[in-house]
């Protein structure tokens, strides 16, 4: 059973650094990109209220940031290790979330959660004030 598996995710100060792992057991190669989308401390935590953060694509490594994080956080990946990162500094109170990867197969990296076929679990990221 292919599976995302997310790793890295903890509690940290306001300007602290954290580097997320997402690492997928998909050997074949009909992954065109993975994004992280995080999804905040609520009552009603619905799936399409996932906001999206970044994504790469596996060919090439073209990045796409959410305008929230853009200059903070960076995406990037390891295909030998099937693995994607998100490196996050400057970390802010408003990164509390809990953060997801997610593959799409389709041919496009988009921010809306319906393109994605694939969803790790998720890691909780706290960051204190």
């Known amino acids: 059973q292919v599976r995302l598996v997310e790793s890295g995710g903890g509690l940290r100060q306001v300007g602290d650094s954290l580097r997320l792992s997402c690492a997928s057991s998909?050997?074949?190669?009909?992954?065109?990109?993975t994004a992280w989308f995080r999804q905040s401390p609520g009552k009603d935590r619905r799936f399409v209220d996932r906001a999206f953060v970044a994504a790469v694509t596996r060919i090439g490594g073209a990045t796409y940031y959410a305008e929230s994080v853009k200059g903070r956080f960076t995406v990037s990946r390891d295909n030998a290790k099937r693995t994607v990162y998100l490196q996050m500094n400057s970390l802010k109170p408003e990164d509390t979330a809990v953060y997801y990867c997610?593959?799409?197969?389709?041919?496009?990296?988009?921010?809306?959660?319906?393109?994605?076929?694939?969803w790790g679990q998720g890691t909780q990221v706290t960051v204190s004030s």
């Open positions: 998909d050997h074949t190669d009909r992954t065109y990109a």
């Open positions: 997610a593959t799409t197969w389709g041919a496009r990296a988009t921010a809306s959660v319906r393109d994605y076929d694939l």
